[in-house]
Every structure is written in C-alpha cells, then in structure tokens.
C-alpha cells in the first residue's frame, strides 16, 4: 500500500519568514495530494491539494508543488504569522483507492 | 459553510463495553469514511462507506468494528467490545464523490478505561 514519509517533525520559524515542509510517497499511481491542518483538539482542516496532472498550486500565502518524477510534494507557506502554528498533515490516495494516507505530521511553530 | 459534525466530543467507556460514535456527514455527500488518532500519532484510515456498504477497509477495521448509515443524515461507528488501545481519536469524513476533497469533523475523544 501507499507509503507516507514527512519532514520535518518539528518546524520553528520567525513572524513573516517562510515555511517548508516536505513529503515523499511510494506509490507512483497516486494522484491526489491534500494538506491539513490540524489545531489543538480540532479536525483536520483542508488548506490545499493538488493533483497529479499539475505541478503547482498556490492560494495567496499557500503553495504546493508536486514532483511526480521524484514522488515528493512540498507545502510552502509565506509571510508566516502566529496564527499558522498548528500541526500540518500531508496525505496521499494510493492507486484505485480513496483512503487517505497520512504522513505523520509538522508541528510548525511561528514565533511572534 | 457545511460541515461535518460529531457526537459526543468525548466517550469514557469501560473496556469490554460497546460503543457507538455519530457522525452528521455534508448533506449532499455520498461517500462516508472515519478514521483515527492515537495520541501523537498519524492519522490512520478505518473504513469508506459508499451506497450503503463498505467500499475498503484497513486491518485496523477487525470483526469488532462496523458502521452504518441508520437515516438519510448520519452515519455510526460501532466498536463491539472496546478494548484498552482503542483510546483514541476518531474522525469521520465525507466527500462528494469518491476522488473529491474530504472534509473532516472535529473528532470524538474516545478513552476506554
């Protein structure tokens, strides 16, 4: 089945600079690729996904691009505010399927 | 904004008792799922839950597990006889279709004692 791998774990960065978080998956028929976030106590909220059949996504401070070729897909999030600390997940759905498999999360947090 | 919503937020439960958790998917959904979390671990898939039958299931969804969808408006999981590492908590979501956005609910805290 589909294999999820993230980095990193724990994420510190200043007010308005920039945030990365990446993630590899295993399965090179997966074609869908969402980000959750995740706030204390709180479902996992839909910011952005993409799909297999593009390379790129952005929705004002949020990007995510994709590397089919490579099987990764990273989350870029600019001009980082105390309100984006949360824990981010990324997801893939596996060939034929539409469980989602979670990788095991970013804790980000945005120092003021 | 729809939402998916969930009850109760939190479940205290003896080991060995049943449980049932409920779930109010986006009303003009069609696919149903519920998933979990173990303390400071990943989300973990469960079940999909398509035209009133289980589409896949993962090996988390043993014989003690089953869901449904009672009315037109929610749908349940049913864990028979909790056990101790079934604390946890779970997620359910829905999608319009099978490939679309999944939106989840704010979970149930469920804690078997």
């Known amino acids: 089945g589909e294999n999820v791998e993230q980095h990193p774990s724990t994420l510190s960065v200043q007010e308005g600079d920039s945030a990365v978080i990446k993630c590899t998956y295993s399965d090179s028929a997966s074609n869908y690729f969402p980000w959750y976030k995740q706030e204390l106590g709180k479902g996992p909220q839909l910011i952005i996904d993409?799909?297999?059949?593009?390379g790129e996504k952005k929705d004002q401070r949020i990007a995510v691009t994709l590397n089919k070729t490579a099987k990764h897909f990273s989350l870029h999030i600019t001009e980082t505010q105390p309100e984006d600390s949360a824990v981010y997940f990324c997801a893939a759905t596996g060939a034929g399927s539409y469980q989602l498999t979670f990788g095991k999360g970013t804790k980000l947090s945005v120092i003021p | 904004e729809p939402e998916v919503t969930q009850t109760p937020s939190h479940q205290v439960t003896q080991m060995g008792q049943e449980v049932i958790l409920r779930c109010v998917p986006i009303s003009n959904h069609l696919y149903f799922y519920w998933y979990r979390q173990i303390l400071g671990q990943k989300v973990e898939f469960l079940v999909s839950f398509y035209n009133n039958e289980i589409s896949e299931k993962s090996e988390i969804f043993d014989d003690q597990f089953s869901v449904e969808r009672p009315d037109g408006s929610n749908f349940t999981l049913k864990i028979r006889s909790t056990k101790l590492e079934d604390s946890a908590m779970y997620f359910c979501?829905?999608?319009?279709?099978?490939?679309?956005?999944?939106?989840f609910g704010p979970g149930t805290r469920l804690t078997v004692l």
């Open positions: 979501a829905s999608s319009g279709q099978g490939a679309d956005t999944q939106y």
């Open positions: 993409i799909r297999s059949n593009v």
